[in-house]
């Protein structure tokens, strides 16, 4: 398993700014026990085979590794209200086969955790597409923004800037798909019924 | 702000045989051995758990580390604790007249029965939870004879209705100002740590 998390890790398309890997947390049996190692990698370069040569020491088929990552999105700043591209925080886990009860049945042998699914999908419907219906604010921020992106060359950025970020991790996808004998694997966010579906429909949008 | 998550999952015969690689390699998880056996036994004494010293420290010094929130005491007792209802985990300690601490005691055997809240007890700190040599909850059996070799003595347990595997070891080859004995709770199914006593006085 520790093989095919290495070749996970190589795909993952990591900020161009070091360190890419931050972190690495080894847990044991399930999420409720205290973790067995937590490694900080914020002041080096790291590998994808040191960090599964830091995971080796617990080999394990009941344990979780959970390794920091960040890479580069589009984000919109909130006071100067330019984009720009910044580190963003990336959580990816590889479960052993008896962790947790055997909980990669339900959540994948790995899983990465892409952060705010709206870096994706855009705020409350705005890059759904015209016959769906706009939420109503629900925050005085949230009216600045809506009324912001109510210019169309606003709007126009924001789909650009949200399409990239969806080509980048559609493009981590076909990379660990090349990667890995990978049998399936599913897009899922709180908030969206299908989450895929949502980010398809975006870029069909021209 | 809602998230948004991306799950693979392998095929099976490969995962399959990668868990066949992992037993191969971790080989067998200790068995459990007959009470009172003492062959092979790894002098490497323990004198810290939770950070505490049995037999030095005082109820002084932990209560300033853990802090008053979730600790009860009964009346007129030696034993006092700070307990998580949500996590069933505690520290519990057992003081003398004079307040120093004799014995000290992680628990994760306690009942899940309260209501979860966002902040954790200082006392659950990942930084408290574990001995002197780094032993921690959840950690396997192999790594408690990796770090103190062979106990003295090991055999079956149960508590609060789970299945626990006891590994004891005995450190009065030490001498007798340092704690004397440490009791390790292993989960059966699991063959992980799951309650740690050190003791100044022998249990």
Known sequence: MLTHFEHFLATVPLAAAPPGFTGLTIRAVDFAETRLEEYDLRGYVTTPAEIVNLAKEHLESDVSYEVAARWDLWIRDKESAKWKIQPERMDIFCYGPDYDGGVYAESGHFMADLGFEHVFTGHAGLLAPENERVAEPQHPEEARFMMWMSQPQNLREYQEKTRENILKLMGWMRAVEEALPVERFRLWSEGEENFEARLDQILAVR | ?203
């Open chain 2, 1 to 203: 702000m809602k998230r948004g998550s991306i799950k693979f999952w392998l095929c099976a015969s490969l995962v399959a045989a990668a868990a066949a690689s992992i037993a191969a390699r971790s080989g067998a998880r200790i068995p459990p051995r007959a009470a009172s056996q003492t062959a092979n036994v790894r002098h490497v004494n323990e004198t810290l758990l939770a950070g505490l010293r049995p037999g030095r420290d005082t109820l002084g010094v932990a209560e300033k580390r853990f802090k008053v929130k979730n600790f009860s005491e009964e009346p007129n007792s030696s034993s006092k604790e700070w307990r998580d209802d949500c996590s069933g985990r505690s520290i519990r300690l057992e003081v003398d007249a004079k307040s120093v601490i004799q014995s000290v005691t992680l628990t994760t055997l306690g009942h899940q029965e309260g209501k979860c809240t966002d902040r954790r007890p200082d006392f659950l700190d990942p930084r408290y939870w574990l001995t002197g040599l780094g032993l921690r909850m959840g950690d396997s059996q192999d790594r408690v004879v990796g770090l103190y070799g062979e106990p003295n003595s090991s055999g079956p347990a149960s508590k609060n209705g789970q299945e626990l595997d006891l590994m004891y070891y005995q450190f009065d080859w030490a001498g007798d100002a340092v704690p004397q004995v440490m009791e390790i709770l292993c989960a059966r199914d699991t063959g992980r740590v799951v309650e740690i006593t050190l003791a100044f006085p022998s249990l």
